[in-house]
């Protein structure tokens, strides 16, 4: 890649000292990561600067057709002082699926990975060490032509914003309760449930408010057409434990295929635990707990790592999983990959990158 101009900040801002205090991207870091494109030049001006607000005019695509896609990494500091990223050439291949979906020119995943570990590495001093946090990172690129009118834009930025962040959830590593949503719907097959981009996540918000005001901590979506078929949670991928056997949902085009996921079948089948990727209907789902074979439920994510779910609540039928406890299976991915992602556990996968 062409040489990456660093700017560095003047001002560095205060670091945070107390890591409980975290949350979740509420806090940034010095610096973030900026590249353009050009329709008959390319991806061009790579560069490091200040974090800080980006100026754009009010007619600018991305404002008006959502044409954007966004991905989310994380950065561990190990015990011996050494940076690693999780997995990050499954992140960027994903970019270049929801980039194809969205009509926005490939980006080179070598030269985004070197982006990446370059602005990590300079404010590798905000990577937290506590346990349960890291430095969430988040590469998203926008349309940035300053017209209207709906079709591909010309212009675009690849920009890389940096967060320390805690545990996703308030409840941390404790199951969440969770609501089955069967009147809005997200995203069917043909559509763009598969690719990391904003218009999923704007098509979710309604229900999310509609969980939250019964208490309920996420969404878990079933199919958009005859909504009876479980697809993923608002955050996360879902799995479910039924006699011995780990299933997920088959990716039919309307779900992500997302990286924590692919760890999880990954680390089962190691272990030689059972695992099917297939329909999974809600009605299975209920019938195994009523006759007492349902064991576990867990979402995983980037965000979460595991999130054990301990209760269900789908049209006023109100399940609880495992006594509303986590399950073994649960804990043990949780504490596999989390041990890989910090450098506690050998990566016999080779999945974990340093940075230097």
């Known amino acids: 890649m062409e040489k990456i101009t660093i700017n560095k900040t003047a001002t560095p801002k205060q670091k945070p000292t107390d890591f409980s205090k975290l949350g979740f991207g509420k806090i940034f870091t010095d610096h973030m990561f900026i590249m353009d494109y050009t329709k008959g030049k390319g991806w061009h001006d790579a560069r ?33 002082g050494r940076v690693l990223l999780f997995r990050p050439n499954k992140n960027l291949e994903r970019v ?17 990975l070197e982006a990446i570990k370059a602005v ?10 506590a346990p349960g946090t890291s430095l969430y990172i988040r590469p998203f690129i926008i349309a940035t032509d300053p017209q209207l009118g709906v079709h591909p834009s010309d212009t675009y930025k690849f920009i890389v914003i940096l967060s320390p962040v805690g545990a996703y959830y308030p409840e941390g590593l404790n199951p969440v309760k969770i609501y089955v949503e069967d009147e809005y719907v997200r995203a069917v097959k043909g559509g763009i449930g598969f ?33 009876k078929y479980i697809e993923e949670v608002g955050t996360m991928n879902v799995f479910f434990k039924i006699n011995g056997e780990v299933l997920t949902p088959a990716l039919n085009g309307s779900i992500l295929a997302g990286v ?23 009605q299975e789902i209920y019938d195994a707990n009523a006759n007492g074979t349902l064991e576990e439920i867990f979402g995983s994510g980037t965000a979460a790592v595991i999130s054990p779910v301990g209760e269900l609540n789908w049209d006023g039928n109100i399940i609880k999983i495992n006594n509303g406890e986590i399950g073994k299976t649960s804990q043990k991915l949780y504490d596999t990959i989390t ?8 990566d016999t996968m080779n999945w974990t990158v340093e940075v230097k």
């Open 48 to 80: 490091i600067v200040p974090y800080g607000p980006l100026l754009f005019d009010p007619s600018t695509m991305i404002f008006h057709y959502g044409q954007g896609i966004f991905e989310g990494l994380k950065a561990y500091k190990t015990d011996d």
């Open 96 to 112: 270049n699926v929801s980039n194809e979906r969205l009509s926005i020119p490939h980006l080179d995943e070598a030269t985004a």
């Open 120 to 129: 990590v590495a300079i404010d590798k001093d905000w990577i937290p060490t």
């Open 195 to 227: 690719a990391k981009t904003p218009g999923n996540y704007a098509a979710s918000i309604r229900a999310q408010v509609k969980a939250d005001e019964l208490h309920y901590t996420q969404v878990l979506w079933l199919d958009g057409v005859e909504k």
């Open 260 to 282: 924590t996921r692919d760890s999880c079948i990954a680390l089962l089948k190691s272990w030689n635990i059972p695992v099917s990727e297939r329909k999974i209907s809600i």
């Open 339 to 346: 041990g890989i992602q910090c450098g506690k556990l050998p």
